[in-house]
């Protein structure tokens, strides 16, 4: 079973519509994040959480809201989406001091 | 905040080749990361660094702190190294920084 697990792959959603991406690891981490990734930009960070009473917002989090809802779940959240938040999502999770971060799968959202 | 530039953008090799792919930093770090991402998407840590060199395989990274540069060396690529190469640095108690990818395309 994969390490870090994104729920939904794929999603479709329309101008307006909240929609929720989750986000599960079992590796122990203490520390999550979630990133967007767009062509010709790279990985941009949207929000971060240390442990689970910690959360902070990344480069881009106008738009954007996560939980951190136990050790191993971090959602985000898009409260009322738009076009231009069309972009591949990535949850990762590293161990304090370590910092290599595992990433799950992305999902793929496409906001009409 | 450190600032990461990778060099070059795109890099398309014929198989057999000796590729470089550079990273830059303007900020002293504790670490630098080099990361690969699958055509399909999903990304990989490749190596995490803070002197000297690592070498995994065919894959050689290397990195000068006092010129804060780093690379990364393929050796006989080959079209399965096809992905794009990201280079991350970590300084303190802050996320990771990402450089913005070199695509590579090895050609048989």
């Known amino acids: 079973d994969a390490d870090v697990t994104q729920t939904p792959r794929n999603r479709i959603t329309k101008t307006g519509k909240r929609i929720m991406l989750e986000c599960s690891q079992t590796?122990?981490?203490?520390?999550m994040y979630w990133y967007r990734q767009d062509p010709g930009l790279g990985l941009r960070l949207i929000y971060y959480?240390?442990?689970?009473?910690?959360?902070n917002k990344g480069e881009i989090s106008d738009g954007y809201s996560v939980s951190r809802q136990a050790q191993a779940k971090f959602s985000l959240s898009l409260e009322s989406a738009i076009p231009n938040q069309t972009a591949l999502y990535f949850c990762?999770?590293?161990?304090?001091?370590?910092?290599?971060?595992?990433f799950g799968p992305g999902t793929r959202l496409l906001v009409l | 905040k450190n600032e990461v530039e990778q060099s070059p953008q795109n890099l398309t090799a014929q198989e057999g080749e000796f590729i470089t792919i550079n990273c830059s930093y303007s900020?002293?770090?504790?670490?630098l990361h080099w990361l690969q991402q699958h055509p399909g998407g999903g990304i990989v840590s490749l190596f995490m660094?803070?002197?000297g060199k690592k070498k995994h395989g065919r894959l050689i990274a290397t990195i000068n702190i006092q010129e804060k540069h780093s690379s990364l060396h393929i050796t006989a690529s080959h079209p399965r190294d096809s992905a794009v190469y990201i280079c991350?640095?970590?300084?303190?108690?802050?996320?990771?920084?990402f450089g913005k990818g070199t695509r590579l395309s090895v050609i048989a």
């Open positions: 990762a999770s590293s161990e304090r001091g370590q910092e290599t971060q595992y």
């Open positions: 590796k122990g981490h203490d520390r």
């Open positions: 959480s240390f442990d689970v009473k910690d959360i």
């Open positions: 900020v002293g770090i504790s670490a």
């Open positions: 660094l803070s002197s």
């Open positions: 991350a640095v970590f300084s303190g108690n802050t996320p990771l920084v």
